[in-house]
């Protein structure tokens, strides 16, 4: 008896064009321009949360003190808003006393910025070396940046005292007249300049550290071919790779020295009246602003100093700008 089998072609799969349905071809659609979208799309769905709040405590914040700025507004009626135009500008710009601030913030800026900036630079290059316990020796670098303000300016308060203070002790153990550090027209900056030096020496110097150990070491064994000494290397090879950076800082310690205003106030005693001085004699941008603004209540004047701040700012950067660009053409 004769069997038959099944020929392959009997159980062969349809062709390949005749699996795919029309649902799943608008779904490998859908994916595929789902893909397209997410691939454009995540980029500014990642950066979207800083824009989101830079606009929200950055952007508005600067855009309404603008405002303000144009208007007559009292601490006591801050619904009570009257146009007064470029009227408040015009106050701080005829004012001495604003005149007197922006002298003491620069002055108290470079006294303070010049020196930190050169002690951190040699701090750096000391800790550059291979010491032991070279961990333990960054971290007490870096322990007076982790200080409060409030903690440090209280400490030196207490170090400038006039009366049983620190260093009036130690002048007059050495045979010098006691000094008054706080009504001094020069020692109240000093006194200013050595808080601030204390405070930001140590970060300064991590972030040169840094830098001295991104500088390519086959340049140091150059120098040291050609017969360089360290003090040679340190002048040809180090700072010359190193003035980005001490650009950089140049411009945050800059920016600090304009936001100065916790330890004027607590050199003064923390008073919330402070006035700089009963001379100003280191009264800085933010102390007057802060006395227009808290003190006297006129917020549109303070609001004036914002900006003139601001543009004092973009100012210095845009000089600092100039001069990195001519640094590096020089060099080239």
Do not use: C
């Amino acid at each position: 008896m004769a069997t038959s089998t099944p020929t392959r072609d009997a159980y062969a799969p349809p062709p390949r064009g005749s699996q795919h349905k029309p649902a799943d071809t608008r779904r490998q659609m859908w994916r595929s321009r789902l893909w397209r979208f997410d691939d454009k799309a995540s980029p500014f769905a990642y950066i979207a949360p800083f824009f989101l709040v830079f606009g929200a405590f950055g952007l508005y914040p600067l855009i309404y003190t603008g405002w303000i700025a144009l208007h007559r507004v009292e601490m006591t009626g801050m619904n009570q808003m009257e146009w007064v135009g470029w009227e408040n500008f015009d106050k701080i710009l005829h004012d001495s006393e604003f005149w007197t601030a922006v002298s003491n913030t620069f002055l108290i800026g470079v006294m303070s910025t010049v020196p930190q900036l050169l002690v951190a630079l040699g701090l750096a290059h000391l800790l550059n070396y291979k010491l032991r316990a070279s961990t333990f020796w960054r971290t007490v670098i870096l322990t007076p940046y982790a200080t409060s303000v409030a903690s440090a300016a209280l400490v030196f308060a207490l170090v400038f005292r006039a009366d049983g203070g620190l260093l009036n002790w130690a002048l007059h153990f050495v045979g010098l007249g006691d000094t008054n550090w706080a009504n001094g027209h020069w020692t109240s900056k000093i006194a200013i300049s050595v808080i601030v030096i204390w405070r930001w020496t140590g970060y300064n110097t991590l972030i040169y550290l840094a830098a001295m150990q991104a500088v390519p070491s086959d340049l140091y064994e150059a120098a040291s071919l050609d017969g360089a000494s360290r003090w040679q290397q340190f002048r040809k090879v180090t700072i010359p790779s190193l003035r980005p950076t001490i650009l950089f800082t140049i411009v945050i310690s800059t920016i600090g020295s304009m936001q100065l205003f916790g330890e004027p106030l607590l050199l003064e005693g923390g008073t919330l009246g402070a006035t700089g001085g009963n001379e100003n004699q280191y009264e800085t941008l933010s102390v007057y602003l802060y006395n227009y603004g808290w003190n006297l209540g006129h917020l549109g004047p303070a609001a004036a100093v914002a900006w003139a701040m601001l543009a004092l700012l973009l100012i210095i950067a845009a000089v600092n700008w100039l001069i990195g660009r001519f640094v590096r053409k020089s060099a080239v």
